[in-house]
């Protein structure tokens, strides 16, 4: 387990245990709501989590900038 100190940022994610992916949360962004929604829509039947970033790093996935890119041709 990684210690934190006073001030350190946590960063939360989605994270699907069945697609290894994850994205991150931020709840004041609209767009990104948006794309949690769309995330958590393409993993809805897969097992989704909401854990800190340091937990799935290494072994997961980020699709942020996968989805993302979708949000700009719609």
């Known amino acids: 387990m990684v210690t934190k100190k006073k001030g350190d940022i946590i960063i939360r994610v ?10 991150s949360i931020d709840v004041e962004d609209l767009t990104r709501q948006e794309m949690v929604q769309e995330f958590d829509g393409a993993h809805r039947n897969h097992t989704v989590v909401t854990v ?4 799935v790093e290494k072994d997961f996935k980020n699709v942020e900038d996968q989805i993302r890119s979708a949000f700009i041709e719609i």
Not at 52 to 55: D, G, P, T
């Open 52 to 55: 800190n970033l340091e937990e």
């Open 14 to 23: 989605r994270a699907c245990n069945k697609c290894k992916e994850y994205i």
